[in-house]
């Protein structure tokens, strides 16, 4: 489902949040926010909660081990360097 919300920017850069997206999302006062500029938004924000942030960076990274892929790039790095030395 897609919707439309128009949200004012205030004299003092606060915003509101309309009540109708605050409670399909169960944003309640305190509620963390997140704002991403990028691809998924291009030519503007994408708003998230810090728990829905943080479920999809975890979702992203679910079965990979960045940190060994780190190391094998250092390592491979590291072999190139001693083959050329």
Do not use: C, Y
């Amino acid at each position: 489902m897609s919707a439309t919300h128009v949200i004012r920017v205030g004299d003092k850069g606060r915003t509101v949040m309309p009540v109708d997206v605050r409670e399909r999302f169960g944003w309640s006062e305190g509620t963390t926010l997140i704002a991403l500029e990028g691809a998924e938004a291009k030519d503007g924000l994408l708003i998230l909660s810090q728990n829905a942030a943080l479920a999809a960076v975890r979702s992203q990274l679910a079965g990979h081990d960045p940190v060994a892929d780190l190391l094998a790039e250092r390592r491979a790095a590291a072999a190139r360097e001693d083959a050329t030395a």
